[in-house]
């Protein structure tokens, strides 16, 4: 079995990605969370956060990291983009781990978008949703879809909401995701 880790800007980010991946990968893929102390933008800091993520990547067994960030901003945006990437690169060197960039469209919460009829059947409602990859403010759009039901979302429901996602329709909606997934695919073979 393949060990991967995973480091986010938040655990509920590592715990919903590691759920959705589950999904196809349970059996064939452990994955592990690293530098759980590291979350939000603490993660720009990259003079503090490279010795944590070696570390907790060399005492892993991991044979690679995902490392998951939010663009903010949607994908049209160059700069934020040639700025995560830049910084993906330059962890990713200094660990030596040959990881992969999970970068998701404004937020993590814009693949909840890629199979919305999971999300509707969950909060009982009835939301339809364009094209995931131009959803400004994802995370938003789906607590005002909730805001006048008994049950309403928040962010932490995130890792649970993920584990029912069907992880075909979220590859097949979100663009970004799709383009993760043949990374990650080529990276286990």
Same mark, same amino acid.
């Given at each position: 079995?393949i060990k991967v880790g995973l480091v986010g800007e938040d655990p509920n980010d590592t715990s919903s990605v590691r ?18 102390? +590291? *979350? ?7 003079? !503090?956060?490279?010795?944590?993520? /070696? ?10 990291? +995902?490392? +998951?960030?939010?663009?903010d901003e949607l994908e049209s945006h160059k700069g934020k983009l040639t700025e995560r990437i830049k910084w993906f690169r330059e ?25 919305? @009829? ?16 131009? +959803?400004?403010?994802? /995370? ?5 879809? *909730? *805001? ?5 979302? !928040? ?13 075909? /329709?979220?590859? !097949?909606?979100?663009?970004?995701? !799709?383009?993760?997934? *043949? @990374? ?6």
């Open positions: 079995m759920n959705l991946l589950e999904q196809r990968y349970r059996g064939k893929v452990q994955f592990y969370t690293l530098a759980k102390r +590291v *979350t939000g933008n603490n993660l720009d800091s990259l003079n !503090k956060i490279k010795k944590i993520v /070696k570390a907790d990547f060399d005492d892993s067994g991991c044979s690679f990291i +995902v490392y +998951v960030r939010d663009l962890l990713d060197n200094h660990v030596e781990s040959n990881g992969i960039l999970m970068l998701n469209i404004w937020e993590l919460e814009a693949l909840i978008l890629g199979d919305i @009829e999971s999300f509707n059947k969950i909060y009982n409602v009835s939301h339809k949703s364009g094209n995931p990859m131009f +959803v400004r403010d994802p /995370k938003k759009v789906l607590i005002n879809v *909730t *805001t006048k039901n008994r049950k309403q979302f !928040k962010e932490s429901d995130c890792p649970d909401i993920f584990s029912q996602l069907d992880i075909n /329709k979220v590859e !097949k909606n979100c663009r970004c995701f !799709k383009k993760f997934i *043949t @990374e990650f695919d080529e990276k286990l073979n």
